[in-house]
């Protein structure tokens, strides 16, 4: 790890010809920038300084290793049905690290009128295979299977420009389907409320198929439902073999071009001439003739809303939730009959004080020793942020109440381990799209500036991998402000 105190200034004497492109944040989407700017050519003058305010690179994505466990706190798996994240690996060389989930504890369950309601294996394999799963797992109603059938027969409707989750699914299959089976997914995916989110931000596929094909159901009976294509290898979800910090600590061994400053919070963005001038914690003010923002956009308003006030009240308009994870260690026999498949969600209208839980055993290989198992309960949200406010030893307790009371869990743990996520989980609610239109109108009159980062195309490890790049990409391409 470089330290934090690499001399911008002498950095800025050596360069004094050339490109110097700042990257605030060190996040995934601020890695990929980085990696994607120091892999030009030597002789394209470039010198590129990366900002992170933590001590550690990241952001959301933290590995703990505690006695033989493996602890990844935020996200603990890449999507492979979107390229981007698997091709960097590639390029990183660590494609032999990346570990499936476990086929033989595949399924997840539902928490539904009292009780888990396992869904039949395979449900992730097509998205109608998912909707027939649900609709015979008994997390719905008969009346509400026959509703969800009427999406066969019933009109394709004025198509909106934006709608909330809610209000389309709701349309399309019943209200009893998106408080059962929409909610619940919507939050291990957003830690968000489908009455909020916008349909055309989060899933715009599902309109698209009701545009082309009138129907939901119609549109999945004529898609192809194999769950794998012939090059395809993975299943839909995968991770690395010691956790996803081994992603962040392939990318920090690339970044020797770069100059790394840790604990090195950024108060402020200035324009001064025709490049910005940054001002740090620490009072060092180092100049550059381009910047991306790859922070949390309430943040990205707070470094742009003295020069740039249009830009920052969009950013400042996109909302954040908090969420945190909460982790036990069990030995194995003493839970290994209660948690089965992956893990369980929650639909809101339960009242329960967790969203959901994952048996991270059971879903990747070596995330225990052969004798352990470890467990993960996700809080916060749009859904349960009151919890998240309890301190450690109440959380713990809390998790603990819920674990045994929904999965009949009430085994003493070996330990537990609490990680909170501030403001972390940007929404994408209705008019989303929109926000972001605009964000980079205003930015494209501002030259050398640029933003990337979860809060404006897209949450997950992939989007904001591919993101990044396209950032820089971007960044390379435009004309030098100096």
């Not at 690499?6 to 060190?26: I, L, M, Y």
């Not at 599902?206 to 009138?214: E, K, L, Y």
């Not at 993975?234 to 956790?243: D, I, K, M, N, Q």
């Not at 690339?254 to 604990?263: D, S, T, Y």
Request: charged residues 25%; aromatic residues 8%; contains cysteine.
């Amino acid at each position: 790890m470089r330290p934090s105190g690499v001399s911008v200034e002498n950095a800025a004497e050596a360069t004094r010809s050339g490109r110097r492109v700042a990257v605030v944040g060190g996040g995934i989407a601020g890695l990929a920038a980085a990696y994607e700017l120091v892999s030009e050519p030597d002789d394209a003058g470039l010198s590129v300084d990366l900002y992170e305010a933590r001590e550690r690179l990241g952001g959301v994505i933290r590995t703990d290793y505690v006695d033989g466990y493996v602890l990844d706190a935020g996200p603990d798996a890449i999507l492979t049905l979107k390229p981007a994240a698997l091709e960097l690996c590639r390029e990183l060389g660590i494609e032999d690290e990346i570990i499936p989930t476990r086929d033989e504890d595949r399924g997840v369950a539902l928490y539904s009128r009292g009780k888990l309601r396992p869904l039949p294996y395979g449900t992730g394999s097509s998205w109608l295979r998912k909707i027939f799963a649900y609709a015979s797992s008994g997390v719905v109603s008969w009346r509400s299977k026959l509703r969800m059938a009427a999406d066969l027969v019933i009109p394709r409707g004025p198509q909106a420009d934006d709608e909330s989750m809610a209000d389309f699914f709701g349309r399309r299959l019943g209200h009893e389907a998106v408080d059962r089976i929409v909610d619940p997914l919507i939050a291990g995916i957003y830690s968000g409320d489908p009455d909020r989110l916008s349909i055309m931000s989060t899933f715009p596929r599902f309109p698209q198929m009701v545009a082309r094909n009138r129907s939901i159901l119609l549109s999945l009976l004529k898609a192809p439902q194999s769950g794998r294509s012939g090059t395809r290898t993975l299943p839909v979800f995968c991770s690395l073999r010691r956790g996803l910090a081994q992603l962040v600590e392939a990318l920090e061994a690339r970044l020797q071009g770069a100059a790394i400053h840790l604990n090195a919070r950024v108060e402020s963005l200035t324009r001064v001439g025709s490049g910005y001038e940054l001002r740090t914690a620490s009072g060092s003010r180092p100049s550059y003739s381009e910047v991306i923002l790859a922070v949390p956009a309430p943040i990205a308003a707070d470094l742009l809303g003295g020069d740039f006030p249009e830009v920052a009240a969009r950013m400042a308009s996109i909302r954040y939730v908090s969420s945190g994870t909460v982790f036990f260690a069990y030995r194995r026999d003493e839970v290994a009959d209660r948690a089965r498949g992956y893990g369980f969600l929650v639909p809101s209208r339960e009242g329960r004080r967790i969203n959901g839980a994952t048996w991270i055993t059971n879903k990747f290989e070596g995330r225990s020793p052969e004798d352990g198992f470890l467990a993960r309960c996700f809080v916060g949200g749009d859904r349960t942020a009151e919890v998240l406010e309890r301190d450690d030893a109440d959380l713990i307790r809390i998790c603990r109440d819920e674990l045994r009371e929904i999965a009949g869990i009430d085994a003493d743990p070996l330990f537990g381990r609490v990680y909170r996520w501030r403001s972390s989980n940007p929404q994408y609610d209705v008019g989303h799209a929109r926000r972001a239109e605009e964000i980079d109108a205003a930015l494209a009159g501002v030259p050398g500036l640029f933003v990337t980062g979860s809060g404006f195309r897209g949450i997950g490890i992939p989007d904001c991998v591919k993101d990044g790049r396209e950032t820089a990409r971007r960044l390379l391409q435009s004309t030098p402000t100096h």
